[in-house]
């Protein structure tokens, strides 16, 4: 994988061709950053640097490396290309799924397979949501269960113990450190205190603070920002041949994080639907229409608790920005087109005197859904309250 194929992020790819320059590579590298920003993007292309697999503009760095002959370069690149280099070796969070043995503790060969699938079909932007249906968990709200066990590290271990196979580096990269349990993290702990020779630990962690401090006190950090905005839109004009308008609207309101800008892309993603359901709320609360209100409370009370938190957070959104779009200020409006379409002839109901009520009418409503009250209830209260909200001027 070539640097080019990462969004953005020079900076942080400059630095780190500075280190293979200067030779101070450390033996581990901890990639820091909010979800989306290309973390895992720039470790897979930072290994993929140094196992060969580079472009003529970084060939002062790579003179610091040892020499390949073009044919080392060729099966690099090959191996490369299909995930498959051995001195490669991945790491992530796995979940124990039926098929396997009670006594099974389950490890990332069990799933290298489903992973090194998913990186040639979706790319280097992965969520763990994404990962946990790849693995055969299809709810995401079982999300914490994928965990990286202490057998992984033991067999961490076994690999990099091993002698370079192309006699290069032997790279370890590690997809959420932070979701080791207590008995992976101190196996690991032993082998950064003491690594083997030529290997380099590529960490690539969201919640860094949730690593043991000695961890964290062993690798160097490096902090990513979310991606530049104009970076996200070249991006959605180049790669995904999105006209200047609609890549300008998706990037802001993905505000540098290119896992949402693609989930924008979706048409019939999640927030289309929530559009549709805020639409009919709003419309049916103005017509004063209490028999079809019952039917869309019944209606939203059959998704998941967590669907439901999350499309009140939308309903949040949406009424954040029909009170913006009453200034007719751009630069403060984050909608899609549709989203605005709405809001042209909506805005005009959210005003001074009822957004904050409005808006806590929400917040209270997704607390008693987090709390398990009777979702039918809860939707058709909060429906019923909304007409009164809407008329206030």
Not at 18 to 41: D, I, S, T, W, Y
Not at 202 to 211: A, G, T, Y
Not at 287 to 305: C, P, Q, Y
Request: aromatic content about 8%.
């Amino acid at each position: 994988m070539l640097k080019k194929e990462v969004i953005g992020q020079q900076d942080i790819w400059n630095r780190l061709m500075e280190m293979v320059r200067e030779n101070r590579v450390p033996h581990a590298l901890m990639f820091c950053g909010p979800q989306g920003c290309g973390k895992l993007a720039m470790a897979l292309a930072f290994a993929s640097f140094l196992l060969g697999e580079r472009e003529e503009a970084d060939a002062a760095a790579a003179q610091a490396l040892p020499p390949m002959s073009d044919d080392q370069k060729r099966r690099a690149c090959s191996m490369l290309g299909k995930w498959e280099h051995p001195d490669l070796h991945f790491t992530f969070p796995t979940i124990k799924t039926s098929d396997m043995p009670s006594e099974h503790k389950p490890v990332s060969l069990d799933f290298i397979r489903e992973w090194r699938e998913m990186l040639l079909s979706q790319g280097p932007y992965i969520v763990i949501s994404e990962w946990m249906k790849r693995m055969g968990k299809v709810d995401a709200d079982f999300n914490k269960q994928a965990i990286i066990t202490a057998e992984e590290s033991n067999n961490i271990a076994r690999e990099l113990m091993m002698m370079s196979n192309q006699g290069g580096y032997k790279i370890s990269l590690m997809w959420l450190p932070e979701r080791m349990n207590d008995e992976s993290a101190n196996k690991i702990l032993k082998l950064l205190e003491e690594p083997p020779r030529q290997t380099l630990f590529l960490l690539v962690s969201e919640n860094p603070e949730l690593l043991l401090e000695t961890i964290r006190s062993r690798a160097q950090r490096i902090d990513f920002k979310k991606i530049d905005n104009e970076e996200v839109k070249k991006a959605l004009i180049e790669r995904r041949l999105l006209d200047e308008n609609t890549a300008h609207r998706i990037a802001r309101i993905a505000g540098g994080n290119w896992n949402l800008a693609l989930e924008e892309l979706d048409s019939g993603n999640e927030n289309r639907q929530h559009l549709d359901m805020f639409i009919m709320l709003m419309r049916l609360a103005y017509m004063r229409n209490i028999h079809d209100l019952k039917k869309w409370s019944e209606v939203v009370a059959t998704f998941g608790r967590e669907k439901q938190k999350r499309m009140l957070d939308y309903f949040m959104h949406m009424l954040r920005e029909s009170f913006m779009y009453n200034f007719r200020q751009p630069e403060l409006s984050y909608m899609t087109q549709d989203e605005e379409d709405f809001a042209k002839n909506f805005a005009r109901f959210i005003n001074e005197a009822n957004i904050i009520d409005i808006s806590d009418l929400f917040e209270e409503s997704k607390k008693f859904i987090a709390q398990n009250a009777n979702p039918k209830i809860v939707f058709f209260d909060m429906a019923l309250k909304v007409i009164v909200l809407l008329i206030r001027k």
